[in-house]
């Protein structure tokens, strides 16, 4: 029976809302105290390796200075004004450097997940309706094979192979360093910097994406609807996508959405071996600094974006399949 009318389908959502905010007043907390729990701090740091020699009242004054606290008040208090405070090792504002490499990683790890599922999804749907065919056997003989291997190791060897050996490919970095090119000049140049980078993440998630579709499909495939739309002669490809790939779209929604909730590190390995400016980068080298306020906004701002695409997730499920509304 149908329970759920407007009114109670909008105090649930109210409610979902609610919990989703209590959650992001946690994660702001756990951005202030986890950081303060890594062992050593910025001093040691900087110059343990270094052939500055501080004086012990130096090294007193200084260590004071960078790890001198005014409470998760005051945190507070800045993050409602935007103001999130300056680098330590880059003496550069935080919100610079974050929104300096957030869109570097956007368009690497956005691009992957996108290839990756349609490749993913349209291969999948395809190889469970030609179910038992050696097409079928094949593609997941193939994707369970290199769902196995690291992400590190198809990294490694695609840089080795295309930018070391062939020079095909440039070995690191995001674009040409004081190239002078037009918009046309540079989108090449960007893009043929991200090609690896690219390659290595969307071989990394194609297996995932194409498997699941799969076993997906499989299990709507045998419904009564099925059967029924094909005792209607509707066509195959209506059949197959209108019908049983919809209904098998729920559980790639969720891998997308916490894949893309995870981009920053996720994509913190491959960014490294590609020397790629991302937040996956910077937040390695701001905790090799002990940066604190870097890596206070980056671990912040991962976690609500975590947060948020759960919470699109949620909606996005009540969009595909209403039903969802109508659960107790």
């Known amino acids: 029976m149908m329970t759920g009318t407007p009114k109670k389908i909008l105090t649930r959502r109210l409610g979902i809302c ?9 994660m702001v ?7 303060r729990l890594l062992p050593g701090d910025f001093i040691t740091a900087m110059y343990a390796s270094s052939h500055v020699t501080l004086t012990a009242e130096q090294e007193v004054e200084l260590r004071a200075y960078y790890t001198r606290d005014a409470g998760f008040g005051d945190y507070l208090l800045r993050l409602i004004t935007l103001d999130w405070g300056y680098s330590y090792a880059f003496l550069t504002p935080v919100s610079e450097l974050f929104f300096g490499a957030l869109p570097w990683t956007l368009l690497l790890v956005g691009s992957a997940h996108v290839i990756s599922m ?23 003989g ?14 490694v060897i695609l840089l080795v192979v295309f930018a070391l050996h062939l020079q095909w490919f440039p070995a690191a970095g995001a674009e040409t360093a004081y190239a002078d090119a037009g918009f046309m000049g540079r989108f090449v140049d960007v893009g043929h910097h991200l090609a690896l980078p690219l390659a290595t993440l969307v071989l990394a998630y194609f297996p995932g994406n194409f498997l699941l579709t799969r076993n997906s499909m499989i299990m709507v495939i045998g419904a009564h609807y099925i059967t029924t739309a ?3 002669g509707l066509p195959p490809f209506r059949i197959r996508y209108a019908h049983a790939a919809r209904n098998a779209l729920l559980p790639i929604v969720t891998r997308f959405g916490l ?19 991302g937040l996956g980068t910077l937040l390695f080298n701001a905790i090799q600094a002990r940066d604190l306020p870097v890596i206070q906004a980056v671990v912040l701002v991962s976690s ?8 699109g997730m949620d909606f996005t499920y009540r969009m595909i399949d209403p039903r969802i509304d109508d659960a107790r």
Request: hydrophobic letters at 55%.
């Open 230 to 232: 094909r005792a209607k």
């Open 118 to 140: 349609l490749i993913g999804f349209v291969t999948g749907v395809e190889a469970a309706w030609r179910h038992h065919s050696r097409f079928e056997k094949g593609m997941v």
């Open 142 to 155: 193939g994707m369970t094979v290199l769902e196995g291997i690291p992400e590190i190791s198809t990294g």
């Open 18 to 26: 609610a919990t989703f905010c209590l959650a992001a007043l946690f």
């Open 304 to 311: 609500l974006i975590v947060l948020a695409v759960i919470l």
């Open 259 to 277: 894949r893309l909730a995870f981009m920053i590190t996720g994509a913190l390995v491959v960014e490294r071996i590609s020397a790629y400016p």
């Open 29 to 35: 907390y756990l951005s202030y105290a986890l950081p």
